[in-house]
């Protein structure tokens, strides 16, 4: 029997989205009753935090494929702790058993059939308190889960006889775990302060119900149970939350290759995965001595110095960027993977989400920057084709990713009462696009015929896309026929040389894992294929890409506004 899953959230947008992915993939999930529990913003909320709430109930709203979708929208704050301990026992009085995730928790495909296989096998073991999902970041010997005194937090489960004995009175707590001699127990030998932050809770310093939860687990002996890897991450540790605030990656895990585990049979504490515990606990809390931190800094000066010495004798060789001179444009690509590989779509989604959901300000290539860069020429031109047309902005962007450009510039447009933003992209960026990002402002199609169709567009934006089409001038002749009034050609590589060059890039793997076929232009006959229909006002450097020797020759960036001739 699938136990009901309950689901708390708040005014993490992106956060949300990617727990719902992750769990809605999940063995199982048809057969899931879902109840969503959304927390109304503050009184004193500003308008980004109430955007960012009616976010995520828009995002609950459109979550599909379970058995049965119910959803809580409070109409006052509750904060996280009485969300948690109202919505957890009120749906315990119903289905007598539970599995609660809070918005940042992203879980692997196995995390549904894990809990619900330990609900059934342990529901009449009276002494496990508490199924969870995550686990520590620490070495695991086998595929057998393991047992630990307490209860835990990110991703779990429990019966309703166990959480009814939560004891809710802090001070309480302290008493029994002072009187039963547990402090250095609930501490895990001193390598974590649990027993402050029960004391901050006592006095009114924090509102976590976790440790209570904890506490109380322990002072009844109850057990947790814990898989040998996790199958929970904490998408949380960024910043963004409540009750979380300090970025961490101490507590990462990765549940891509979470595997299946092994429920054991001996209900007792294991007595090596506690003292893996307080092994990590230690290095989450050690300071480094003065001592070590200097010998550090010495052997990172000897590092550089060395790395300086040798570079002067051979100069490290170039790993990513552009390469080659390549005769056909079929020969760079039978070394290339392609720019539809769907890592690239992926991480470039993800970046977006960032973007969007308000989790980082700025996105280029799919990597994600914590303030704007302006391309003043670009934006000028943007805000000059408004005005022209009072107020009303219609754009295609052509090889616009996911809203790129979009994001960077539409806070910036100022007095614009109407802004219709089409991006033309391949079919699996269009129904990603179509999915996740679209707007009444922003809008995905896979031709520029077919944008035009529904609504006619006065600018054309080609932002570091031309030189990635394998017949670059067919594209363009087409593009001539649309007759758009203004096209604003950006990021476009050139060299210095009468024939155009066909090079292939590779992508530095800190980014993704990608390499495909570039080309860089001679730029006299590049302009002169436009100039039959258009005239170039101005020639600019958007400053995002610079000039660089490929092979001992200098290529370059640069960016054109066309207008229409009369």
């Not at 470039?348 to 280029?364: I, N, P, Q, S």
């Amino acid at each position: 029997m699938s136990a009901p899953l309950l689901l708390f959230v708040y005014n993490r947008p992106y956060h949300t989205l990617k727990m719902i992915e992750a769990i809605s993939r999940n063995e199982g999930w048809e057969k899931t009753d879902v109840y969503v529990f959304c927390d109304a913003p503050k009184e004193n909320a500003t308008e980004t935090q109430l955007l960012r709430v009616k976010q995520v109930r828009d995002i609950v709203q459109n979550i599909a494929g379970c058995r049965d979708l119910h959803i809580t929208f409070q109409e006052e704050n509750k904060g996280l702790y009485t969300s948690i301990i109202n919505g957890v026992s009120g749906i315990l009085q119903r289905h007598k058993r539970a599995i609660i995730l809070e918005d940042d928790l992203v879980t692997a495909p196995n995390f549904l059939s894990f809990m619900n296989a330990a609900l059934e096998k342990y529901e009449q073991q009276k002494n496990v308190h508490c199924i969870s999902g995550y686990t520590y970041p620490i070495p695991h010997d086998s595929n057998e889960a393991f047992f630990i005194k307490g209860a835990d937090c990110w991703g779990w489960a429990t019966w309703i006889d166990r959480w009814e004995k939560i004891q809710t009175n802090p001070s309480i707590l302290k008493k029994e775990l002072q009187e039963k001699q547990l402090e250095n127990t609930f501490n895990f030998g001193g390598s974590y302060p649990y027993m402050q932050m029960l004391e901050d809770r006592i006095a009114g310093k924090n509102q976590s119900w976790a440790i209570l939860w904890y506490a109380s687990a322990l002072i009844q002996k109850g057990l947790c149970l814990y898989p040998a890897q996790s199958l929970v991450a904490n998408i949380g540790n960024d910043g963004s939350g409540t009750h979380n605030v300090a970025s961490s990656t101490a507590f990462d895990t990765n549940v891509k290759d979470a595997k299946s585990y092994n429920l054991p049979d001996a209900i007792v504490e294991s007595e090596v995965y506690r003292k893996r515990f307080i092994s990590f606990f230690k290095k989450t809390q050690r300071k480094p001595s003065l001592l070590k931190r200097a010998i550090g800094a010495l052997k990172r000066r000897v590092r550089y110095y060395f790395s300086k010495v040798k570079n002067r004798i051979a100069p490290p060789k170039k790993e990513y960027g552009w390469f080659g001179d390549y005769a056909t444009w079929q020969e760079a690509s039978a070394e290339c993977g392609g720019y539809d590989q769907e890592i690239i779509l992926e991480t470039v989604k993800d970046a977006l989400l960032k973007v969007k959901y308000g989790v980082a300000k700025y996105e280029r290539d799919s990597v994600l920057f914590d303030e704007i860069k302006i391309c003043e020429t670009l934006l000028y031109n943007l805000q000059k084709v408004a005005d022209q047309h009072h107020g009303q902005l219609h754009v295609i962007d052509f090889g616009g990713s996911l809203g790129s450009t979009y994001f960077q510039n539409r806070e910036y447009l100022k007095n614009i009462t109407t802004c219709h933003w089409s991006i033309v992209e391949q079919p699996n960026y269009v129904a990603a696009g179509k999915d996740y990002l679209a707007s009444d402002e922003l809008h995905f199609y896979n031709s520029i015929k077919e944008a035009q169709q529904e609504h006619a567009h006065d600018v054309l934006i080609l932002s570091s896309v031309l030189q990635y089409l394998p017949n670059p001038y067919d594209w363009m002749l087409e593009m001539k026929q649309f007759d758009f009034e203004t096209i604003i050609i950006d990021r476009t590589a050139f060299v210095k040389r009468e024939k155009d060059r066909i090079t292939k890039q590779i992508v530095p793997p800190s980014i993704y894992e990608a390499s495909y076929p570039a080309w860089y232009f001679n730029e006299e006959k590049f302009i002169e294929f436009w100039s039959d229909k258009y005239t170039i006002e101005d020639t600019f450097d958007s400053g995002f890409d610079p000039s660089e020797f490929i092979d001992n020759e200098w290529t370059y960036r640069n960016g054109f506004i066309l207008k229409r001739k009369k």
